[in-house]
């Protein structure tokens, strides 16, 4: 499938709900494509919004539980110490308060969106995850050149050790399959259309677990991917959705269960971590890629090759400390939040435990800038450069329309590979100035001087 797919979001309000829709392109392998499904309202048809609104227009915004601006809170709960690191002396305690000052509103959400604490109610990410793993084929596509093993395979065991890796031990999601082909009712293309839709990706989902469930216990599970034969063409992508609304979720064993995810023919592209990709929207991150680049500002604009939210096959796939904190695998102490003064922070690289993860810097009720370091470990190994990596967040940015944005201090680098700070380099946005001091093996000693 060569055509790239722009991003369609539906949103409707029915007490609360949305619908995403949307593709990922990818530069360097046009072929692939990606879509999400999001709840929209209950029609009687398939698609219940005008299909090509390139953003949401309306929103359901759960409300925040916590105060998003600093308060008067001077005392800071986390000292962040210096892990490895002797030098520099860190901080005067004055200039940073509680993590609970860079807490952030979920401020448009679309059944993704970043918040933290994020929205409950959809796929728990701490703690073991139970995902029932089924397999569809068609009759004008049957899969009598692959066994389910083989399909399975892609995706196992590279998306449970993903996770347990940059969830520092604390998901354990455990893959259950039913290793049968299971036949459809219909012909590929017509669920290759219908997945598009809130309504027809809900419907595909409960038909396959309806086909399974004389042979499987639903009653414990907490998601449903289906992988459907990727030799089907018609079903070019695959997506996830998220159903926050109770009574329109999957039904089976007596259980509701708030989200889902289908394979299609682009799992032979992305492998594994696609998966990991798609359970990321059931657990409400948002997509970081440009939903509108084939407009020509790129679809890779935002955050380049950080995060698999952004570009699953980047150099540097491990997820934003942002994410971690929301997803509950950074704990508060883990943060450092700094609403004036001067700081100096060593901050410990995301891609290894402990110590502290993030420096943050509130910008507004529903944004803030964010510090982290990388190192070229782990699953960002292949990345081109380490260093002090620093990205707005903002709240108030639906999916695919730049909820967190690497900043650069090299223009000329629009993927934005040597971006991150190293020793003696700084960065200033608005009132908020990033030096890095030092570099270590543990990651970055920087200086922040908030005007
Ligand atoms: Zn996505």
Redesign the pocket.
């Known amino acids: 499938m060569t055509t790239r797919i722009k991003a369609i979001c539906l949103i409707l309000l029915i007490g609360s709900l949305i619908s995403c829709t949307?593709a990922?392109p990818d530069p360097s392998e046009p072929a692939n494509e990606?879509a999400?499904v999001a709840p929209t309202e209950p029609p009687a048809t398939a698609t219940p919004l005008p299909t090509n609104t390139p953003e949401p227009t309306s929103t359901n915004t759960p409300e925040p539980t916590n105060t998003p601006v600093p308060t008067d809170t001077p005392e800071p709960t986390n000292t962040p110490e210096p892990t490895q690191t002797p030098t520099p002396t860190p901080l005067p305690p004055s200039d940073l308060v509680s993590a609970d000052n860079c807490y952030l509103p979920v401020a448009n959400f679309t059944g993704v969106g970043l918040g933290v604490p994020r929205y409950e109610g959809l796929l728990q990410s701490v703690g073991t995850v139970n995902a029932a793993v089924l397999f569809v084929d068609f009759e004008d596509v049957p899969a009598t050149n692959r066994m389910p093993e083989e399909v399975f395979n892609i995706v196992s065991p590279s998306s449970s050790d993903y996770f347990s890796q940059v969830s520092y031990g604390r998901m354990d999601l455990n893959l259950q399959p039913h290793l049968t082909w299971l036949r459809l009712s219909q012909p590929s293309a017509h669920y290759g259309t219908a997945i598009n839709s809130f309504f027809g990706h809900r419907d595909f989902l409960q038909e396959a677990i309806d086909l399974a469930d004389a042979e499987v216990d639903f009653s414990t599970a907490d998601t449903v991917i289906v992988m459907a034969n990727p030799d089907a063409e018609a079903l070019f992508k695959g997506p996830?959705s998220q159903f926050p609304v109770p009574g329109q979720g999957l039904f089976a064993d007596g259980v509701e269960i708030s989200s889902g995810v289908t394979s299609g023919n682009d799992l032979l592209n992305w492998g594994g971590l696609w998966l990991n990709?798609?359970l990321g929207?059931n657990m409400t991150l948002p997509?970081l890629y440009a939903f509108d680049g084939d407009a020509g500002g790129g679809w890779h604009r935002f955050v380049g090759p950080y995060s698999l939210?952004g570009l699953i096959s980047g150099s540097a796939p491990e997820l934003f400390a942002i994410e971690r904190w929301q997803l509950g695998w950074i704990d508060d102490e883990q943060i450092t939040c700094q609403t004036a003064g001067e700081a100096t922070i060593a901050l410990s690289a995301i891609e290894q435990p402990d110590g502290i993860k993030a420096h943050m810097v509130p910008l507004s009720r529903t944004s803030m800038l964010v510090v982290e370091s990388r190192l070229r470990t782990g699953y960002d190994s292949t990345m081109v450069q380490r260093g002090a990596l620093v990205y707005l967040v903002d709240a108030g940015n639906f999916s695919g329309a730049g909820p967190i944005r690497v900043l650069t201090h090299v223009p000329s680098d629009l993927m934005r590979d040597s971006v991150p700070l190293r020793p003696g380099e700084s960065l200033t946005h608005e009132n908020v100035t990033i030096t890095v001091l030092d570099e270590n093996d543990d990651g970055d000693i920087i200086q922040v001087t908030v005007e």
């Open positions: 949307k990922q990606i999400e996830a990709h798609e929207h997509d939210m």
